[in-house]
Nanobody
Framework: QVRLTESGGGSVQAGGSLRLSCAASELTTRDSCLAWFRQVPGKEREGVAYINTGTDDKKYGDSAKGRFRIWEDKGKNEVYLQMDSLRLDDSATYYC?????????????????????WGQGTQVTVSS
């Protein structure tokens, strides 16, 4: 069973930075989609950043473009989300998600219902 474990959340002032990490284990396919989503109470889970581990193609949600960066360390089986210029509305629980990929070059930017495996989430709080 795939296990995803997030870390790196916390509290930061607006304009600051945080780096989230997700350790992925038991991925059974050569390629995977790995993604970061976030959610605040009462709202749908929102896609933040996506990466195809086979092609290294990266995609971002509109709120993340220009401020966040996703990348993977294949040796460590970890995916990271660097978040810069944080805003108050970035406060949320951030989740790591994985989807096994069976078709090379799959576009990983997809809604949360497409992703099969999820971490437990890590809280990010941005204050003024």
């Amino acid at each position: 069973q795939v296990r995803l474990t997030e870390s790196g959340g916390g509290s930061v002032q607006a304009g600051g930075s945080l780096r989230l990490s997700c350790a992925a284990s038991e991925l059974t396919t050569r390629d995977s989609c790995l993604a970061w989503f976030r959610q605040v109470p009462g709202k749908e889970r929102e896609g933040v950043a996506y990466i195809n581990t086979g092609t290294d193609d990266k995609k971002y949600g509109d709120s993340a473009k220009g401020r966040f960066r996703i990348w993977e360390d294949k040796g460590k089986n970890e995916v990271y989300l660097q978040m810069d210029s944080l805003r108050l509305d970035d406060s949320a629980t951030y989740y790591c998600a994985a989807l096994p990929v069976y078709i090379y070059g799959l576009d990983c930017k997809a809604n949360s219902g497409t992703y099969k495996f999820w971490g437990q989430g890590t809280q990010v709080t941005v204050s003024s």
